[in-house]
Structures are given as structure tokens and as C-alpha cells.
């Protein structure tokens, strides 16, 4: 497997799709009872798509744990399958899905197919602050050898700063998605509020998907969805998926599952210079994070 190497997509850097062309990517017919949970790349989408299988299954694990994660949502944008064994698209499995589905994308909304704006499809959209996705993006891409080259951790905070990485400007997308909300049936959710209050956030998620659980049930997801859970679940925690891709000895997929560990990583000048830039870059939106608990 080789380093992915970015293409331009109408000023985003994207890879290039697996077995596909972004064409089709555009042309995808959406259904109406599709759900998406579109975030900008570790933001929170593997937590996420667990709760809505859970809540959609009703709390029943085994049906969960029917499948990775991976397979059971198909990754709209890019490849479900390791490469070149079984090089299907993320595309095709949706295609051939039966309904309802869910299905993941990591598009900026400017990108997204007309298909599923015109389907009108519920969106799940998960932000996290800047900080510590960034962190997490930046271990990812070590652990990933289908990512870009990272780079030192220096280079990666100025890449990420300037949105010359895959998917482009996490301001941008963030910022791209709350508008949207205002226009479409988009539930924008917070990372921080998901950590501080998973119970509160899980039930916000069942009211947008119109399903009622009960206080069983709902104690079994939250406790299902957590993080010490998900790490050690083998159809959550990626090590059945990509095995030549992943090397989580350099850095589990479920690395920390926390709060400010950005503090963990940023000298005091690059906090300061990041939030000057942050302040100029976000000074346009009523969007507000939280950095820490
Ligand atoms: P860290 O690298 O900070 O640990 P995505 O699924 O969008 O790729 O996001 C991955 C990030 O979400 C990782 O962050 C991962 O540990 C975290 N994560 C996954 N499941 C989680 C859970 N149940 N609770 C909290 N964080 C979770």
C-alpha cells in the first residue's frame, strides 16, 4: 500500500476515489430513508455510527456486532475494502445495500451529491474542536500508510492550519455545515457534549431518527457506545478492517477517546499562534467549541 497522494476537487484536497470516479461520487442517488453522519475525519464518526446502529437495532448488540463498522456503513467518498483483494467502492456497497441505510461521508457540504439534498435524507453532523482533532488526525495519519505522508508534528499543525490536508479545511467544513443546518434536516452535534453527556446526546439522536427506547435500552447503548467498550470490540475498534493499512502499534484507531489532550501536544507558542489564527478564521460564524471539560 502506498502514501495516497491529494488531487484537487474544486479546491479541496481529496484522494482519489478506489474503483471510482468522483463523477460517480456526484452522481449517487440517495434514498429517502437514508441517514448520513458526515464529519470532518476524526471528529467522532465511529462512535457515532455505532449509536445509530444501536438505536436502530433497539439496543440488540449482536445485531450490531453482525459486521465492522466498516462494512455495515459504507464510506461514501472512498474504498470499504482492503486493497487489492476485494476493491470495491464505498459507492457500489451503498448501492447494493438494502434499505434503510446509514451511510458515513467526510465531504465538505459543497461537495456533498445533489442526490441527498434533493431526497431530503437526515444528516447526523458531529464537530469537534479544531485542537483535538487535529491531534487525532495527525496520530491517524501515522498509523494509516493509505493516509499522506504526515510529516513531523510541526509540519502537520502548519498543514492543517492552512487546510492542505484530505478533506481540506476543517474551518471551513465546520463552518460549511452549520449553515447548512439552517436549510436542511442536518442535527449538528458536538464531540464535547457527546463526552460530557452521552446519554443527553444518544437521546437527541433517537429523537432525530423518531425512534422512542426505553430506559433499558438506552442504558445499554450508552454503555455499549463507550469508549473502553468500543476498544475492545473487534467490529468497532478497526483491527479486522485494513490490517495492511492500520498499524496500530504506532497508534490505536481507539487512541484516547478524550478531551483536551491537544494540551498534550502544542508548545505554548504554536497555542498561541494557532489561536490567533483561529479567532481570524472562525470570526465569521456564530460556531462556538469547547477545548476543554
Ligand atoms: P482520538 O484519536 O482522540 O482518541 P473517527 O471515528 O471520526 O475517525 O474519530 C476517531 C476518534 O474518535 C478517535 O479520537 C477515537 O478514539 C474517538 N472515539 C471513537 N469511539 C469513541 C467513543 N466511544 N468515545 C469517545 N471517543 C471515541
Given at each position: 500500500i502506498t502514501r495516497s497522494e491529494l488531487v484537487d476537487m474544486e479546491g479541496v484536497p481529496l484522494t482519489k476515489p478506489m474503483g471510482i470516479t468522483w463523477d460517480q461520487v456526484q452522481k449517487f442517488k440517495a434514498r429517502p430513508d437514508d441517514v448520513y453522519i458526515a464529519?470532518?475525519?476524526?471528529?467522532g464518526t465511529t462512535w457515532t455510527q455505532e449509536i445509530v446502529d444501536m438505536i436502530q437495532q433497539n439496543g440488540d448488540t449482536e445485531k450490531c456486532r453482525r459486521e465492522t463498522t466498516y462494512k455495515r456503513h459504507p464510506f461514501l467518498e472512498w474504498?470499504?475494502?482492503?486493497?487489492?483483494?476485494?476493491?470495491?467502492?464505498g459507492v457500489e456497497l451503498a448501492n447494493a445495500m438494502p434499505s434503510p441505510r446509514t451511510i458515513k461521508i467526510h465531504l465538505p457540504v459543497q461537495l456533498v451529491p445533489p442526490s441527498i439534498w434533493e431526497q431530503n435524507c437526515k444528516i447526523i453532523y458531529v464537530a469537534r474542536n479544531a485542537k483535538d482533532n487535529m491531534v487525532s488526525y495527525y496520530h491517524f495519519h501515522r498509523m494509516n500508510?493509505?493516509?499522506p505522508e504526515p510529516g513531523t508534528w510541526e509540519e502537520f499543525v502548519e498543514k492543517f492550519m492552512s487546510g492542505q490536508?484530505?478533506?481540506?479545511?476543517w474551518y471551513d467544513h465546520v463552518k460549511g455545515w452549520w449553515k447548512a443546518k439552517d436549510k436542511h434536516r442536518i442535527l449538528y452535534l458536538f464531540y464535547e457534549d457527546m463526552k460530557e453527556n452521552p446519554k443527553r446526546e444518544i437521546q437527541k439522536i433517537a429523537k432525530f431518527l423518531e425512534k422512542d427506547l426505553s430506559q433499558e435500552v438506552l442504558n445499554k447503548i450508552v454503555h455499549n457506545t463507550s469508549f473502553e467498550v468500543m476498544k475492545e470490540n473487534p467490529m468497532t475498534n478497526?483491527?479486522?478492517?485494513?490490517q495492511g493499512i492500520m498499524d496500530h502499534s504506532i497508534?490505536?484507531?481507539?487512541?484516547k477517546g478524550v478531551v483536551a489532550d491537544w494540551k498534550n501536544h502544542f508548545t505554548v507558542a504554536q497555542n498561541e499562534k494557532f489561536d490567533e489564527d483561529y479567532k481570524r478564521k472562525m470570526s465569521d460564524t456564530s460556531l462556538v467549541f469547547r477545548m476543554e471539560l
Amino acid at each position: 500500500i502506498t502514501r495516497s497522494e491529494l488531487v484537487d476537487m474544486e479546491g479541496v484536497p481529496l484522494t482519489k476515489p478506489m474503483g471510482i470516479t468522483w463523477d460517480q461520487v456526484q452522481k449517487f442517488k440517495a434514498r429517502p430513508d437514508d441517514v448520513y453522519i458526515a464529519t470532518y475525519a476524526k471528529a467522532g464518526t465511529t462512535w457515532t455510527q455505532e449509536i445509530v446502529d444501536m438505536i436502530q437495532q433497539n439496543g440488540d448488540t449482536e445485531k450490531c456486532r453482525r459486521e465492522t463498522t466498516y462494512k455495515r456503513h459504507p464510506f461514501l467518498e472512498w474504498f470499504v475494502a482492503e486493497p487489492p483483494s476485494e476493491r470495491y467502492s464505498g459507492v457500489e456497497l451503498a448501492n447494493a445495500m438494502p434499505s434503510p441505510r446509514t451511510i458515513k461521508i467526510h465531504l465538505p457540504v459543497q461537495l456533498v451529491p445533489p442526490s441527498i439534498w434533493e431526497q431530503n435524507c437526515k444528516i447526523i453532523y458531529v464537530a469537534r474542536n479544531a485542537k483535538d482533532n487535529m491531534v487525532s488526525y495527525y496520530h491517524f495519519h501515522r498509523m494509516n500508510k493509505a493516509m499522506p505522508e504526515p510529516g513531523t508534528w510541526e509540519e502537520f499543525v502548519e498543514k492543517f492550519m492552512s487546510g492542505q490536508v484530505l478533506w481540506g479545511s476543517w474551518y471551513d467544513h465546520v463552518k460549511g455545515w452549520w449553515k447548512a443546518k439552517d436549510k436542511h434536516r442536518i442535527l449538528y452535534l458536538f464531540y464535547e457534549d457527546m463526552k460530557e453527556n452521552p446519554k443527553r446526546e444518544i437521546q437527541k439522536i433517537a429523537k432525530f431518527l423518531e425512534k422512542d427506547l426505553s430506559q433499558e435500552v438506552l442504558n445499554k447503548i450508552v454503555h455499549n457506545t463507550s469508549f473502553e467498550v468500543m476498544k475492545e470490540n473487534p467490529m468497532t475498534n478497526y483491527t479486522k478492517d485494513f490490517q495492511g493499512i492500520m498499524d496500530h502499534s504506532i497508534s490505536p484507531f481507539m487512541r484516547k477517546g478524550v478531551v483536551a489532550d491537544w494540551k498534550n501536544h502544542f508548545t505554548v507558542a504554536q497555542n498561541e499562534k494557532f489561536d490567533e489564527d483561529y479567532k481570524r478564521k472562525m470570526s465569521d460564524t456564530s460556531l462556538v467549541f469547547r477545548m476543554e471539560l
